[in-house]
């Protein structure tokens, strides 16, 4: 079943005077399927972030659709959008995007309570997320007190408490160190088992192996995949660093 | 290196601030502004040359010296303000090869550039606008001349020397900080890693400890005299409530609201609880400032504006009569001369006699224990005490035109507070059967804010009054006070100079007597009752931009902490008009709650104030509720107008 749908996606930005055009994306087409864990890679201004903004619903594409869960994300309305990302979407972010002014339990129930829910409610859901997540001795904390790997993980578990249909990660172990990346990582394959799509953009090759399909972006367009099928990580990861020799290099163009 | 590149820094650095310098500047220039008029005013020549301008020139000094250090403690409080919302710049500077002595320097040029603006803006300003406040303060004393007023420059001379030294003092103070601190630091700035603020359950209970004992102070308090000690202490204390419930209670009450978790765990309160509890951490101090200056022009407006309008009246209880003679300890001869000195000039400067009347009397000091009327010479001034005046029924009769009779131990009792409701009292050892107590008398009308009751016991003639006082006294007194009060009728300037002629031929005699005439007090009480309204409304005026420049800083600054934090929310599913209903909640709680604070301290403060007029003579307690009230109704305007202005900053700076 697919859960994403991108079709022929097109971004321009347009500098603030109206002289000269930017073109983010050009041409974008992919799609998900439910249970997929999809990583998007590319270098510095290759476009991640705009299609990911407009997966959020925090950008508008100048042409082109989105479909998440067969529903087109322009016919939404605009009063109607926080509600839908609320319940489609999980977020994981570079820079974790806790409320220092809440503690960490808090900061998970965040969406929650937004959507209104009871404390009871919520209380019942937390238990076993952050049970999974081994998060459980630094509920009471604040994002002050703690490591940035226990950071991330809470906002994992904020991004899965709304058990969203997509979770949406923009450079997740881009603030970690390696220990804690490795962590982060074995817990986004580990939710992924249990049947979470996500879809991962990144830069980080290693953060890529990890994921079961990896497609690259290249000047706004989706310009190579790899599927995992029964690689092991480590294959994949020599595999995605071939791939990215070659696109820098631009040999895979005439290959 | 360039000769003018730090001054392009440092005026370059300005105008990219000019969002936070601005309004410095601005309220930078009112401040000096206003001292200069206030200097200039104090010290014209013109001005002392007026008849009854002592009080209003002490007041105006008072207020020079007000102004000279409110002005000091607030540029130092917005200063520390702006250095720290630049903290981030000057950091980067540091780290991109400015040393510290050259960021020094590119402030020292900064600060002068302000300092002068505001210099020269702030003395024309205060040079344009003297003139015309002079010639209203003019008309609030009622003066109808015309002065000289000129450019002082003295007073040019003192605001440069003191405004200089304010600003150096902020520039060093600012060097001295960045010197103390490493780049880092200064680039982090702001944010770094909050703590959240503990609960300080001593610091808040004392806080309501003391704020309960200032109200309870200013509640209970009954006598006018202790009413000025003891404002000052219910004053300081309900100062120190507030600072200490605006910076620990508040906390405390929040995370008591945050322990509720089926309070908690709705959307509305969720962000707003626990966002209060760090604005509160970081500004407390600020709204604990703001309640306090809003308190400030709320009393010192509504007390001044009162005292201005209730004049006329305050002129009626204290000169029943347009001419009041008081002769001490005099004897019948004296007393002849005083009657003939008067019908002399009644015929003299052509003015008609419309009452003419004389009351003798003997009074001293006694604390009434059940009917008894103690007289305790060692006893020392005691609050508690009341008067008595001995008055002979004769004079009693002739003042009410009544026909009363007593017998040797019957009196008449009247008192200018509440009745004593007394059937016999004794005095001087004997025993006096109360005939009836007067309800009301041309002796002395009824009051409710006097300072002291005086028991008017009206004996049966002047021998029984001197046998009384004799035993109570020993010796053989057979003096009496006479108290003259005149009302004529005539032209004004034919009243005029009756009254100079009763002031000199008062003045002439060789025993002790003095006069007051109600016409020529009236000038030293428009001098002092205009000098208050005027220096009221000045210092109102001077808090009250101090308050919209704190609430103005305080939007920004917030706005800035915001943002971060209502980016996060809508990126994890707020909507945008729940943000904006949030955000309104938050701006709203923080900026009335002090408004609100300032509105409880002044009612009440408003038994205190009650008294304390009371000394100025003012009992008209329906006008000074009515100019309170008008005056918390436009301050609140006013506030509500600033907050409107303050916030659409705030909104833009947070979207």
Known sequence: MVILEVNNLKKVYTTRFGGNQVKALSNVTFSVEKGEYVAIMGESGSGKTTLLNILAALDQPTSGEVLLDGRNMKNIKSSEMSAFRRDHLGFVFQDFNLLDNFSIEDNIFLPLVLAKNDHKTISEKLSPIAKKLGIEAILPKFPYEVSGGEKQRAAVARALITSPLLVLADEPTGALDSRATDHLLELFTKINHEGQTVLMVTHSTKAASHAGRVLFIKDGEVFHQIYRGDMTTESMYQKISDTLTLITTGGLQNA | ?655
């Open chain 2, 1 to 655: 290196m360039h000769k003018w590149f730090y001054t392009k820094m440092a005026l370059g650095n300005l105008g990219k601030n000019r969002k936070i310098i601005l309004p410095y500047l601005i309220m930078s220039i009112g401040i000096i502004t206003m001292f200069y008029i206030m200097h200039a005013i104090a010290i014209n020549e013109g001005l002392a040359s007026l008849p009854g301008a002592d009080s209003i020139i002490t007041i105006l000094f008072f207020g020079t010296v007000v102004i000279g250090i409110f002005s000091a403690i607030f540029m130092f409080y917005t200063n520390s303000f702006l250095i720290k919302q630049r903290k981030k710049e000057i950091g980067l500077y540091n780290i991109l090869g400015l040393e510290k002595k050259h960021i020094a320097k590119m402030l020292s040029i900064e600060t002068f550039f302000i300092a002068l603006v505001a210099m020269t803006f702030g003395l024309l300003g205060g040079m344009v606008l003297s003139k015309l406040m002079f010639m209203i303060l003019l008309r609030l004393l009622g003066f109808d001349v015309t002065l000289k007023f000129a450019v002082s420059g003295v007073s040019i001379l003192i605001s440069v020397l003191l405004f200089g030294g304010i600003f150096l003092s902020t520039l060093l103070f600012n060097v001295g900080h960045i010197h103390l601190s490493r780049p880092i630091e200064l680039l982090k700035g702001g944010n770094l890693g909050e703590r959240e603020p503990k609960s300080k359950w001593i610091m808040a209970l004392t806080g309501a400890m003391a704020l309960g004992a200032g109200y309870y102070i200013a509640l209970t308090v009954e006598s006018p005299l202790e009413a000025i000690f003891i404002f000052f202490i219910a004053v300081v204390l309900v100062m120190i409530g507030t600072y200490l419930l605006f910076t620990t209670g508040s906390i405390v009450v929040l995370k008591m609201l945050r322990r509720n978790k089926n309070f908690y765990y709705k959307t509305k309160n969720f962000t707003s609880v626990s966002g209060m509890i760090y604005r509160m951490k970081q500004n407390a101090v600020g709204l604990a400032n703001i309640c306090i200056l809003s308190t400030a022009v709320l009393v010192s407006l509504s007390t001044t504006v009162s005292l201005y309008m209730g004049m006329e009246d305050v002129l009626e209880t204290r000169y029943p009569h347009e001419i009041g003679i008081m002769m001490p300890g005099g004897i019948p001869e004296d007393h002849e001369k005083v009657n003939e000195m008067v019908n002399q000039l009644v015929a003299e400067k052509n003015v008609e006699l419309e009452h003419f009347n004389t009351v003798r009397t003997k009074g001293f000091p006694v604390v009434v224990s059940d009917n008894e009327f103690i007289v305790d010479l060692d006893k020392g001034f005691d609050f508690k005490m009341n008067f008595v005046q001995l008055v002979p029924l004769e004079d009693f009769n002739i003042l009410e035109n009544s026909n009363v009779e007593l017998n040797e131990d019957e009196i008449l009792i009247y008192t200018n507070l509440e009745a004593l409701g007394l059937e016999s009292i004794v005095l001087g050892g004997s025993e006096f059967q109360v005939k009836e107590e007067l309800a009301d008398s041309l002796l002395e009308p009824k009051s409710e804010t006097a300072l002291m009751m005086n028991i008017y016991v009206v004996v049966e003639d002047a021998e029984t009054l001197h046998g009384i006082y004799n035993t109570i006294f020993g010796g053989d007194d057979q003096t009496l006070d006479y108290i003259t009060s005149i009302d004529v009728i005539g032209t004004d300037e034919a009243e005029l100079a009756f009254n100079n002629g009763i002031y000199g031929g008062v003045s002439g005699f060789d025993f002790d007597i003095r006069a007051d005439s109600k016409m020529l007090s009236k000038d030293s009480f428009l001098s002092a009752y205009g000098g208050f309204l005027f220096l009221g409304i000045f210092l109102g005026t001077l808090f009250l931009m101090a308050t919209v420049l704190i609430i103005y800083y305080k939007q920004i600054s917030e706005g800035y902490d915001d943002k971060v934090r209502f980016d996060i929310m809508q990126k994890v599913g707020m909507g945008e008009s729940e943000v904006k209903s949030t955000i309104k909640r938050q701006i709203v709680m923080v900026f009335f709650i002090p408004l609100i604070a300032a509105i409880v301290h002044i009612s009440f403060a408003f038994n205190v104030i009650v008294k304390m007029l009371a000394l100025f003579s003012f009992s008209n307690i329906s006008l000074f509720m009515v100019c309170t009230a008008v005056t918390v109704l436009i301050f609140a305007i006013i506030y509500f107008i600033v907050y409107a202005l303050t916030a659409r900053a705030y909104y833009r700076i947070v979207q």
